[in-house]
């Protein structure tokens, strides 16, 4: 008997593989030859294209940047990637699992600085060693499709979409205020500014602003449809990221409104943007941004000029993002100004507030701290009054009383305007529409939308990335590089120091080119694209990778998209995200898709913590993915990352749990390799047992016509999902007890992991099923006495088929073991019998009020919904409930329910 050699059987599967090609996944169009005609072979002529006809499943995991060590935190996202491949192979699917890099970007630049090499060479040197590492594990990419986003035969793409954008007007140049990293020594987009004011990757370096010269893409004239379309990811996309791209788009219905400057001659007017204009009575403050442009003009003169003015300087300097609004704390100053509200003429102080964007909507606010939790919480901090002016509806004199007294907090709902002069009854919506016609038509204000989305800024001082494909001539302008001369490449040989400005500036065989208009001296465009351009849409280019002629065939994409399961990190959740869903719309507009989001499903997967922090090289808590596997080996890595916490969770990083799933596979190895050794003899026994060579003959037979009907079923409806039992079920009737209770746990067992695997994603529940299964097995020693020996093989074949997509290599190495020399990547997920799969049935008491008013049967292990869903149903609890409202529940599994109502 041998021992579980991890090491060996890898290499040995991992071989095999790739010789085989099993991860190819098959052609989206297959030619055939069209039998009316006689052509010459090769030719076009007399070939039909069809669309593959079985079912496709594109799953992918976002494509890595390559640096730095790839250790057990990554490891964790590509297993669940490649569990999903694996059991959707098994299931009948076509599928596409490719793997790519996302190869320009700033790190390989500054590594390339310090280390005085090429950023292509170190880039080049990581993507070897991440591909060496993802080999190491089994992942069943089909390495044919394998892109580098640093090549020209992809950058070239990016310039091409570029150049479309330019024309469609979506693409343009403009004087910018943008945000600046001094660390970066480029522009940042706005998507890339985070914790209030510091840069995505230098989370200590605060951003600067700069005003440059930008190429900008016009995102905004998609924030309606991307907003629109979130609707179609409900239930695809996790809540959370829908909820942060609702958010960070920051659609506003509402209206404008001017409140003239009563105290400064020709100051003007200063217009807020409000949602409520129906609140308008109770403003008690005007608040603008410390960089609204009127500011100085209104302390000018003012009593105490040199103070406020420091204070401006200094809020200036500590300005709060976007994103931090709503936690930042709040600070403000009374500039001793006043505007006058429009409604009702009177004055109403100006402030200047930290938490009023200029960026967004008009850069001033109106504050009714009465209507709105901000605005309440400023009021409070700097004694504004509280003026109420919307009372909830059918409001009681008790609960206007209390109101009288001064509000907790503010009343943010709908309601009914009170203290509104003639406004006042109106409901809130009809107040809204009333007060906003009212506006536009004495001539201070207008209903307006508004979005929080800006244009994204594409342009970076920087080498390692797309160059921007246009040039400029004195006498034309700006001038787009013709597609013909695609790509720009990038200079071979930079002067790369890493400051100030592009170092494609620097270098005049590329900067100093003709104009493709006149032919005369002109100069190419320094800077390069954000690579998260480069992104946007490279999954397209896995369909079809080497394609000289187009980003990718039309009909490519339209076989295997939406992607079918995207998974990645929730810090993708607004830039690659919002970028991707953009593109994906430009090129539907464009004509090359028919589809208006790239991915149906995505995943956010929780992340690996080692002693209470996220995995990192920074944070020195790395382990390794090869030292996992040179420890314990892959599948033991694979198993664990999995088994360790649901994937949507994090996960705590344990030696001890490690060691745990090393055991279990080890388990499973001795006992397939105890009984498949004496199984090499099922067929003498069973030979004996059916008696007859006859006999044995007919089961032959049986099998024959059952793996006929089988192939058969899959030709005639390619759509279904293939799946069968390993081999033909033994018969239930046949069973003896013992084999009847083990073959029942092997079924029931199959059932659960099916519905985790494919609809749940409970893969540690799963995992666990199938320890219990190998428990079950082991106390159901000895085997050879206490099953026949067809009954021990399809136990042990079910054990192996299930382990297969989590723990290829030893399922594969079990399956031969068992007897099976065809490779189990040809082999379907197992079925359940149902007749054995079905679960025990309790009868749970059910209780209204702790009275005992009825009793429903469910499957054990039944959770307490679905019971409540049950026991509602049932009459004489029904009835207990009716015209009650369900205050609480209490459930034991398996045993009780109480309904607690009032
Ligand atoms: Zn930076
Ligand atoms: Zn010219």
């Known amino acids: 008997m041998a021992d579980y050699n991890p090491q060996a059987i890898e290499k040995k599967w991992q071989k095999r593989w790739e010789e085989k090609r099993v991860f190819e996944s098959e052609a989206e169009l297959t030619e055939?030859?069209?039998?009316?005609?006689?052509?010459?072979?090769?030719?076009?002529?007399?070939?039909?294209?069809?669309?593959?006809?079985?079912?496709?499943?594109?799953?992918?995991?976002?494509?890595?940047?390559?640096?730095?060590?790839?250790?057990?935190?990554h490891m964790r996202n590509y297993t669940i990637g490649d569990v999903v491949a694996r059991v959707k192979r098994m299931r009948g699917f076509n599928v596409l699992h490719p793997m790519g890099w996302d190869a320009f970007g700033l790190p390989a630049e500054n590594a390339a600085i310090q280390n005085r090499t090429h950023p292509r060479e170190w880039t080049n040197k990581n993507i070897a060693e991440f591909q060496r590492v993802l080999r190491r594990f089994g992942f069943s990419y089909d390495w044919r499709r394998e892109i580098s986003t640093c090549e020209p035969e992809y950058y070239r793409w990016n310039q091409w979409f570029f150049l479309r954008m330019l024309e469609r007007g979506l693409a343009y140049k403009k004087k910018s205020r943008v945000n600046w990293c001094p660390k970066c020594c480029t522009v940042l987009a706005n998507e890339q500014v985070v914790n209030g004011g510091f840069c995505w990757r230098h989370e200590d370096t605060r951003v600067e602003a700069r005003d440059i010269e930008q190429w900008f893409l016009r995102t905004t004239a998609y924030a309606e449809q991307l907003l629109e379309d979130l609707k179609e990811l409900e239930g695809g996309?996790?809540?959370?990221?829908?909820?942060?791209?609702?958010?960070?788009?920051?659609?506003?219905?509402?209206?404008?409104?001017?409140?003239?400057?009563?105290?400064?001659?020709?100051?003007?007017?200063i217009e807020v943007f409000t949602t409520r204009i129906d609140t308008i009575y109770g403003a008690s403050a005007i608040i603008l941004a410390p960089t609204h442009p009127l500011v100085g003009r209104l302390i000018a003169g003012a009593g105490n000029q040199a103070g406020l003015e420091a204070k401006l300087a200094e809020m200036k300097r500590s300005s709060v993002k976007m994103e931090d609004i709503a936690t930042a704390e709040k600070d403000g100053f009374?500039?001793?100004?006043?505007?006058?509200?429009?409604?009702?003429?009177?004055?109403?102080?100006?402030?200047?507030?930290?938490?009023?964007?200029?960026?967004?909507?008009?850069?001033?606010?109106?504050?009714?701290?009465?209507?709105?939790?901000?605005?309440?919480?400023?009021?409070?901090?700097?004694?504004l009054p509280i003026p109420v002016v919307v009372r909830k509806k059918d409001s009681t004199t008790e609960d206007t009383e209390s109101t009288e007294k001064g509000l907790n907090e503010a009343y943010t709902e709908y309601g009914v305007s009170v203290n509104s002069g003639a406004y006042s009854g109106l409901e809130t919506a009809a107040a809204i529409e009333k007060m906003a016609a009212d506006a536009e038509a004495g001539g201070f204000g207008k209903k307006e939308t508004i979005y929080r989305l800006r244009d994204w800024g594409i342009s970076r001082q920087r080498y390692w990335g797309t160059p921007i494909p246009v040039v400029y001539c004195e006498k034309d302008g700006m001038v787009p590089v013709p597609g013909k001369d695609l790509p720009v490449l990038l200079p071979a040989h930079p002067k790369l120091t890493g400051e100030g400005q592009s170092p494609l500036a620097t270098d005049p065989e590329f900067l100093n080119t003709k104009c493709p208009k006149c032919g005369g001296p002109a100069r190419r465009e320094t800077d390069t694209m954000d690579t998260f351009v480069d992104s946007s849409w490279y999954f397209y280019r896995y369909c079809d990778p080497k394609n000289d002629q187009a980003p990718f065939a039309s009909a490519k994409a339209d076989y295997w998209f939406p992607i079918d399961q995207y998974i990645g990190g929730i810090e993708h959740a607004i830039m690659h995200l919002m970028y991707s869903r953009f593109w994906c719309k430009v090129m539907r507009d464009m004509g090359l898709i028919a589809h208006d989001e790239p991915a149906a499903r995505l995943f956010t997967q929780g992340m690996v913590l080692k002693d209470g922090t996220a995995m990192s090289k920074s944070a020195g808590n790395v382990v390794g993915a090869l030292d996992m596997a040179e420890r314990y080996g892959a599948d033991t890595g694979r198993l664990y990352t999995l088994f360790a916490a649901p994937p949507e969770k994090d996960l705590e990083w344990s030696e001890e749990s490690i060691e745990g799933s090393w055991r279990f596979l080890n388990r499973v190895y001795r006992v397939v390799d105890k009984h498949a050794a004496d199984g090499r003899g099922i067929s003498d026994i069973s030979d004996q047992i059916s008696g007859s060579e006859e006999e044995s003959k007919d089961n032959a037979e049986a099998q024959r016509v059952a793996e006929e009907d089988k192939r058969k079923r899959t030709q005639d409806a390619p759509l279904q999902t293939k799946g069968g039992a390993p081999s033909a079920f033994v018969k239930v009737g046949e069973l003896r007890e013992k084999e009847k209770g083990l073959l029942r746990k092997a079924h029931q067992t199959v059932r659960r992991v099916t519905q985790d695997f494919e609809t749940r994603w409970h893969f540690n529940s799963a995992i666990a099923q199938m320890m219990e299964l190998t428990n079950a097995i082991y106390a159901a020693e000895p085997l050879e006495e206490n099953l026949r020996p067809e009954v021990r093989k399809e136990v042990l074949e079910l054990v192996t088929l299930m382990l297969a997509p989590m723990t290829p290599h030893l399922a594969e190495e079990l399956w031969e073991m068992l007897g099976h020399s065809d490779g189990l990547w040809n082999a379907s997920w197992p079925a359940f019998n149902p007749e054995l799969a079905k679960e025990e049935e309790v009868e749970i008491v059910v209780q209204v009020n702790g009275k005992v008013r009825g009793r429903v049967k469910a499957a054990a292990g039944t959770g307490q919904e679905d019971v409540l869903k049950l026991a509602q149903t049932e009459p004489g609890v029904a009835a207990h409930l009716a015209g009650k409202t369900v205050r609480k529940v209490i459930f034991v599994a398996d045993k009780l329910l109480n309904i607690v109502v009032g």
């Open 32 to 73: 055939t030859q069209d039998p009316g005609t006689h052509s010459v072979p090769g030719a076009p002529f007399g070939k039909t294209q069809e669309r593959q006809k079985r079912p496709k499943y594109y799953v992918l995991e976002m494509l890595p940047y390559p640096s730095g060590t790839l250790h057990m935190g």
């Open 237 to 269: 996309w996790p809540e959370r990221v829908i909820t942060m791209q609702r958010n960070w788009i920051g659609k506003s219905v509402g209206a404008r409104v001017q409140f003239a400057v009563a105290d400064v001659a020709g100051a003007g007017k």
């Open 334 to 383: 009374f500039t001793g100004r006043n505007a006058v509200n429009p409604f009702n003429g009177e004055k109403v102080p100006i402030w200047v507030g930290n938490f009023v964007l200029l960026e967004y909507g008009t850069g001033a606010i109106m504050a009714v701290p009465a209507h709105d939790e901000r605005d309440f919480e400023f009021a409070k901090k700097f004694g």
